[in-house]
């Protein structure tokens, strides 16, 4: 089994470019990615579509119509899970992996590599 399946979506390869970015420049990870994620006193979590419209570390994410809408209809239980990946991978300084395997249902497969980095699988439908 490889140790990072290769199939890539256009939000797959932007997610990857961001925590390449920011793991390789660890003194520049971004303080208000943490903050949009969790919270902070007087300022409530930001939604993922809203984090993912916005430039962090200069990558967009979902930039096109139809990214954004892909991301705001995830289900509610996948945007949570997601939510807590990137939490720990942001706060913990952790390499996070993205990609895309196209299979019978909607959902998403972490797991660890030998590495310590985190690996996400989105599955979905055929397009």
């Known amino acids: 089994m490889p140790e990072w ?3 890539q979506s ?3 390869i932007k997610l990857n470019t961001l925590f ?3 793991h390789s ?3 520049e990870w971004p303080v208000t990615l943490l ?12 939604a993922l579509i809203d984090i993912a419209r916005d430039a962090t570390a200069g990558i967009v994410v979902a930039d096109k119509q139809g990214e954004i809408e892909h991301i705001a209809n995830w289900p509610a239980d996948q945007q949570e899970a997601i939510r807590q990946a990137l939490i720990f991978a942001v706060s913990h300084r952790r390499r996070l992996r993205f990609s895309v ?12 590599g030998r590495n310590g ?10 397009q």
């Open 5 to 7: 399946p290769s199939s």
């Open 10 to 12: 256009a939000i797959s």
């Open 20 to 22: 390449d970015r920011m």
């Open 25 to 27: 420049h660890p003194d």
């Open 35 to 46: 903050q949009d994620l969790q919270g902070v006193a007087g300022r409530p979590r930001r």
């Open 101 to 112: 395997e196209l299979g019978a249902s909607e959902t998403w497969v972490p797991r660890f």
């Open 117 to 126: 980095d985190l690996y996400i699988t989105f599955k979905g439908p055929p």
